[in-house]
């Protein structure tokens, strides 16, 4: 994939590291931390675990990890940041830590240092901090048994109602393609990176999801807020809850593919299953700040944490759906043999198998985006998205050509009706 000036592409692995009360981000005094490669067995307590295919990357207490683990101390007055990139044999930036693969670990005094230094790599977005406020610890949430043990329906699903006209004027409306009304006004929607613009998309998806009987609601934190739509059960088969999620947000582009195809995607499967009998709760998410490096769904995910709610969730995460080059249906379902996450990635294959959705899957495996906020609790979760990493991503990614123009309709028909058959097949 191209970027602008031709530089490789990138996204970025975020953690976010908002302090309690107000919310301000803290500076690290002399803190001493280790990283280490490690098993997908590993029980190590962690401030930030990120996940290759067959192996883990953990961000440590120093004193977590007893042997063969990177110990170093971080500089007076700095944070750390880390970011995966697509070239591994990159240059080495001055304040690099550690590397493994893709992944980069540095330090810098602040965002703007690490923008500037995280460019160097050819970022086009912000590089994020890892939380060294908080431990999580891993022998205490493993996945409960029976998660692994969701099943999809044997028979063919017919009936869902997914209307590609729809589709495509909800998505036009939300890249700023054609006017949005709000309480009697028009607004158009140039991006989704302003405060007031993602203000003004929120109101319209909410009363799109109201309209369809969601109950919806606003999860706020300190720097953004998370929209959430969700309908309950009368009789339900367990407490489970079967979560889509997608981001609102943008960098200062429409954000048509990124990720208003996975937005819209998300809509039309509640659009879908609206008027089903279903016996599990179906929750949809629109995140925000995913481009400042997954800020919102990490404050939504320690919420859930803190609530108890965080056993429940399974999570298929929609990222850009609408871009296909070349026609060929490739397409990644992204679970890097975390915990059950395999388990949602199968529903996926046997449900496109089972309803003769011409899809094919690419292998790859990443933590840039929503779903990887949830492996640290040890959840079940999946990104479900286009041949981003296969050589058919899309080249206007970051850039202002992300519109309407480059969406594959076709294509964005074929993985929203995949989606919405396999969280219907969840649900029943």
């Known amino acids: 994939m191209q970027l602008m000036f031709q530089l490789l592409p990138l996204w970025i692995l975020g953690l976010t590291v908002l302090a309690s009360g107000c919310g301000q981000m803290t500076s690290r005094s002399h803190e001493k931390v280790s990283i280490k490669v490690v098993s997908k067995q590993d029980e190590t307590p962690f401030f930030a675990r ?3 295919d067959h ?9 977590s990890i007893v042997a063969g683990g990177h110990t170093f101390e971080l500089p007076d007055h700095e944070d750390l940041f880390v970011v995966e990139i697509d070239n591994a044999d990159a240059t080495k930036i001055a304040s690099e830590i550690f590397r493994s693969g893709r992944v980069v670990v540095f330090s810098a005094r602040d965002e703007r240092e690490a923008f500037l230094l995280a460019s160097r790599f050819g970022l086009m977005a912000h590089p994020r901090k890892i939380d060294l406020s908080e431990i999580k610890n891993p022998s205490a949430q493993k996945s409960p048994e029976s998660v692994s043990n969701l099943s999809i329906l044997s028979t063919p699903i017919k009936g869902l109602d997914i209307d590609p006209l729809r589709m495509r004027e909800d998505l036009e409306s939300l890249s700023g393609a054609r006017p949005i009304v709000i309480d009697g006004q028009q607004y158009t929607l140039t991006n989704r990176a ?4 993602k ?6 998806l909410k009363t799109a999801y109201e309209a369809l009987g969601f109950q919806v609601s606003e999860h706020r934190y300190s720097s953004g807020v998370n929209l959430v739509a969700e309908k309950r059960p009368a009789n339900p088969v367990d407490d489970q809850i079967i979560m889509v999620s997608g981001h609102l ?29 279903l016996r599990r709760t179906i929750r949809f998410v629109a995140f925000d700040e995913e481009e400042r490096g ?13 609530s108890g709610e965080m056993p429940k969730i399974n999570l298929i ?8 080059s070349d026609n060929d249906g490739a397409f990644h379902t992204i679970d890097c043999n975390e915990n059950t996450s395999p388990s949602l990635s199968q529903a996926l294959l046997q449900t496109i198998s089972r309803d003769g959705i011409p899809l094919k899957k690419i292998d790859a495996c990443t933590n840039r985006s929503d779903h990887a906020v949830f492996w640290e609790y040890d959840r079940p979760a999946i990104v479900v998205s286009q041949n981003f990493f296969g050589g058919d991503g899309n080249p206007c990614y970051h850039r202002t050509c992300d519109t309407v123009q480059k969406v594959n309709w076709t294509y964005m028909e074929k993985m929203t009706r995949a989606a919405a058959n396999t969280v219907y097949g969840l649900t029943k």
């Open 294 to 306: 997954l800020v919102g769904s990490t404050a939504y995910a320690r919420d859930l944490n803190k």
């Open 50 to 52: 990120l996940a290759t």
């Open 55 to 63: 192996e883990r990357i953990v961000v440590a207490p120093s004193q």
């Open 317 to 324: 995460n929609i990222e850009m759906t609408g871009y296909d």
């Open 249 to 277: 947000d943008t960098v200062q582009t429409a954000g048509a593919d990124d990720d208003g195809s996975g937005t819209i995607s998300s809509l039309t499967i509640a659009r879908a299953l609206a008027g089903k009998d």
């Open 199 to 204: 203000t003004k998309a929120r109101a319209w």
């Open 194 to 197: 302003s405060v007031d613009n």
